[in-house]
């Protein structure tokens, strides 16, 4: 009875020391993936070369084809989501404005899946898909062709419907020639500061 009484004894501080070090590795990871916000290329060349990976993988054993057609859908279902507007646009369209000063507003375009969640989603969603590829059992045999044309017309339907939904409702997801300064944020002056160049007309 004594050394059953101590065994539990020590039990909550062998739990209290797991949930410490759980706690310290997702403040680790974290930390990280807060450093890694302002790197888009570099999160996304570490992306595509996870993505080599995997395929490169399933080429040698020629298996896991099936893995491969789960990670497709999840990779379309996330890029979906970051082509997609937070708001909910439905069959009516946007609602008009009701005063001339919402109608001259100006309104960025809000995705429904951020860049950078986006990027997490997939490196995730491929990190897993590779390790499935080191398990006998998620090999199933399948008609691997029989996937790609399935994957391929799926692809197809989908992006034909977010096409036609940007050409409905007036956006355009993506913000290819933005303009860009090349002394932005870049600091002048004897002390430092960004107003050595500015007018005086306001002082």
């Not at 646009?89 to 429904?112: H, V």
Request: charged share 20%; hydrophobic share 45%; proline share 5%.
């Amino acid at each position: 009875m004594m050394e059953s009484s101590s065994d539990h004894d020590e039990d909550p501080n062998s739990a209290s020391s797991f949930e410490n070090t759980q706690q310290n590795v997702r403040r680790v990871i974290q930390y990280w993936l807060d450093k890694s916000t302002i790197f888009p290329a570099q999160r996304w060349a570490m992306f595509v070369a996870q993505l080599a990976l995997i395929f490169l993988r399933i080429y040698l054993v020629q298996g896991y084809f099936i893995v491969a057609y789960g990670l497709g859908i999840f990779l379309l279902n996330n890029f979906i989501a970051f082509l997609s507007p937070l708001e909910d646009m439905g069959d009516s369209g946007p609602m008009l404005p009701k005063t001339e000063k919402e109608g001259s507003e100006f309104k960025p375009f809000t995705r429904r899946l951020p860049e950078f969640k986006f990027w997490l989603a997939c490196f995730r969603g491929t990190g897993i898909a590779l390790l499935m590829t080191f398990f006998s059992i998620f090999d199933v045999p399948v008609f691997w062709p029989i996937l790609v044309i399935y994957f391929g017309i799926l692809f197809f339907m989908t992006m034909k419907r977010q096409i036609l939904h940007m050409y409905k409702h007036k956006y355009i997801p993506l913000s290819f020639g933005k303009s860009k300064y090349s002394n932005a944020g870049v600091e002048h002056g004897m002390y430092g500061g960004g107003m050595s160049g500015a007018s005086r007309k306001g002082f």
